[in-house]
């Protein structure tokens, strides 16, 4: 009974000198969440210019990414297809920004572009005027909030 009391106690003991793998097991991919909040077409195509500066380099590496992009507020035009009734107006080089933003849409299955809908509700923008292929999120400062929380990196090209 003493011999397992002792052992007992020097496992405790010792349990408290090695170091536990917190990490262990913790998903290893790297998470980004873009806030785009601007109507400037220049900012919108250097943002586009990171993302597949981003998305070229994590693919030759080999390294597992998600990236999430949000549009809110005056940015919601470039993900638009439609602006009848609105209040939203077309960008004068919206089809050749929109073509960028589509080839990084199919060469990347790991960036996911979102809408915000009270943006949409403000400006008069139904679903159907949205490009395809881009989800909608409710609030587009609370998505953004919720990625940060669950470890995105947070990008806001200036």
């Known amino acids: 009974m003493k011999t397992k009391k002792t052992v007992a106690l020097l496992v405790a003991l010792l349990a408290n000198f090695i ?22 077409e220049e900012r919108f195509n250097r943002m586009l210019n990171t993302l597949n500066n981003l ?39 919206l089809e050749e920004t929109q073509k960028r933003l589509r080839s990084l849409m199919v060469s990347s299955g790991n960036v996911k572009l979102l809408a915000c809908q009270n943006t949409m509700k403000k400006k008069n923008v139904k679903p159907e005027q ?22 995105h990196a947070y990008i806001n090209i200036n």
């Not at 793998?21 to 909040?37: F, L, N, P, S």
């Not at 992009?69 to 080089?93: E, I, Q």
């Not at 609030?139 to 470890?151: A, L, N, V, W, Y």
């Open 130 to 151: 949205i490009l395809e292929n881009i989800e909608l999120t409710p609030s587009g400062i609370s998505k953004i909030i919720s990625d940060q929380r669950s470890g």
């Open 19 to 40: 170091p536990l793998q917190v990490h262990a097991g913790e998903d290893e991919t790297i998470k980004i969440v873009y806030q785009c909040d601007f109507s400037d």
């Open 55 to 93: 998305v070229g380099q994590y693919q030759e590496s080999l390294t597992d990414y998600k990236i999430d992009v949000v549009a809110l507020g005056s940015c919601l035009p470039y993900f638009m297809k439609d602006f009848t009734g609105t209040s939203l107006v077309k960008t004068p080089n």
